[in-house]
């Protein structure tokens, strides 16, 4: 009676190809081991644009110093599996070149075509591919979250520059601190009549009391005054 789990039991390619794997993994893929002080410093290091563009570098660095490896790994695996198979090769069993036998000539045939096919061995050749992929797709798996919290730190720095922007300015200091266009903005709102104002209060969301302290120094102080004239005839 046939073995019912015997088609369960793996082939020797699948042997030979998990055997391969587990020594790349024990001989490439090694990591030092940090040490508790760096452990420490990494768990309170804190988070900046710098710190994360550092561990996206390293982990680039990282991914090719893996390719490598790999690549090296599977030029020696091809190089060890063509001397095999070159050595397995019976030189003297060529037959002559005269030889008239059919069956000797395609015999002979078989086996070129069989070691010409044994050159170009393409389960191999899918597991290098697959194991380029899996190294790749972990790569990734690391890096994209990386990229991505680059950009919301990217994102939320715009938002408060452009937040500090849109704030109406408390001092002249604070007003020379602004972008032209915003200097523009406020100029406008200093120079212009109640109505206008009250209609950039609403456009640009300030509130009375934070366009107050500015707009008392401009009432005020002649040269700050002269200032924002100069800068409305200009432009």
Do not use: G
């Not at 915003?182 to 109640?194: E, G, H, K, S």
């Amino acid at each position: 009676m046939p073995d019912p789990m015997a088609d369960d039991e793996p082939t020797d390619a699948a042997l030979d190809a998990h055997f391969t794997a587990a020594q790349y993994i024990l001989t490439q893929k090694d990591r030092p081991i940090p040490t508790l002080e760096q452990m420490r410093e990494a768990v309170n290091q804190v988070v900046t644009d710098d710190t994360i563009k550092k561990r996206i570098a390293d982990l680039k660095a990282q991914h090719i110093q893996d390719l490598q490896r790999m690549y090296n790994w599977h030029a020696h695996e091809y190089r060890a599996d063509a001397r095999d198979m070159f050595l397995a090769r019976d030189d003297v069993m060529y037959p002559p070149k005269d030889e008239d036998d059919k069956s000797i000539q395609q015999s002979n045939k078989d086996i070129m075509d069989f070691y010409e096919r044994a050159r170009y061995y393409v389960p191999q050749q899918m597991r290098w591919e697959n194991e380029l992929e899996e190294l790749r797709h972990s790569h990734l798996e690391m890096l994209l979250p990386l990229y991505q919290e680059l950009k919301d730190i990217e994102d939320r720095r715009e938002q408060e520059r452009k937040r500090r922007e849109a704030d109406f300015p408390q001092s002249i200091a604070d007003y020379k601190t602004k972008p032209a266009e915003a200097q523009l903005r406020v100029a406008t709102f200093l120079m212009a009549d109640a109505a206008r104002q009250e209609r950039m209060l609403t456009e640009f969301n300030w509130a009375s009391r934070q366009v107050k302290p500015l707009l008392e120094i401009f009432k005020k102080d002649d040269k700050f005054k002269s200032e924002i004239i100069v800068l409305k005839m200009r432009r």
